[in-house]
């Protein structure tokens, strides 16, 4: 899995940064939610922030350049969509530490029930 993703990153050297350095900013996150519901404007982004439109146009860039926003032109419009097949590569990632935590929880739910049952 690990070489998969790493193997994914030098196929696509072509980008400056990769998925997970676009969703460790807590703005970029927060872009991502707002779009994970509706497309929207970067100026309609932008009203949710304090930070200045040029700021969020910056984090929307990064977004972009890791696929995880697609930006399309509908007339003198620039609408930012959600790109959640390509959150797939965190999910990948994660699914190995989510199957570690499972089995330790399985362990201390054991654990607590043969506590409990004496």
């Not at 030098?10 to 969703?23: G, H, L, P």
């Not at 350049?65 to 790109?83: A, S």
């Not at 999910?91 to 607590?112: A, C, H, I, P």
């Given at each position: ?57 910056k984090h929307i860039q990064i977004l972009a ?19 959640a097949e390509k959150m797939k590569e965190v ?22 029930n043969d506590q409990k049952d004496k």
């Open positions: 899995m690990v070489a998969y993703i790493c193997n994914r990153m030098i196929a696509n050297k072509s980008m400056r940064r990769d998925v997970f350095q676009a969703i460790a900013d807590p703005t970029r996150r927060a872009i991502l939610s707002l779009l994970a519901m509706n497309a929207m404007t970067p100026n309609a982004i932008a009203a949710h922030f304090d930070s200045s439109r040029q700021a969020i146009s350049e890791c696929q995880l926003v697609v930006q399309k032109q509908q007339g003198r419009e620039i609408n930012c969509h959600f790109n999910d990948v990632w994660m699914e190995q530490f989510r199957k570690q935590w499972e089995d330790r929880y399985d362990q201390l739910d054991n654990l607590l």
